[in-house]
């Protein structure tokens, strides 16, 4: 979970252990949490933003440390500046 928006729905981005060739994909390990985890490691892709409902939400697998948050942050922050150095949009 990225941030929570407003009337129970929250900005997700996509955790999968495979990385697809996605250059943007942050690396995330077991020692990326300080609480909870995941069973292997994985990729966080910044390139797959969506929002859910809580009602959706079955859970919390675990919290990121602020180290591994903030490189994230940073990866969506690259992602979405590019379209200003860009005339095509």
Same mark, same amino acid.
């Given at each position: 979970? &990225?941030?929570?928006?407003? =009337?129970?729905? $929250?900005?997700?981005?996509? %955790? ?6 996605? !250059?943007?994909? #942050? ?6 949490? $300080? +609480?909870?985890? %995941?069973? =292997?490691?994985?990729? %966080? =892709?910044?390139?797959?933003? $969506?929002?859910?409902?809580?009602? &959706? ?6 919290? &990121?440390?602020?180290?591994?948050? +903030?490189? #994230? #942050?940073?990866? !969506? ?11 095509? $949009?």
């Amino acid at each position: 979970m &990225l941030a929570e928006v407003g =009337r129970g729905d $929250f900005l997700l981005c996509q %955790i999968t252990s495979k990385q697809y060739g996605d !250059l943007h994909a #942050v690396s995330l390990k077991e020692s990326d949490f $300080f +609480s909870g985890g %995941i069973k =292997r490691d994985s990729f %966080i =892709r910044g390139t797959k933003l $969506f929002t859910a409902n809580e009602a &959706l939400i079955l859970g919390v697998a675990g919290h &990121l440390t602020h180290s591994k948050l +903030s490189e #994230v #942050v940073s990866q !969506l922050i690259d992602i979405l500046s590019a379209c200003l150095k860009d005339d095509t $949009f």
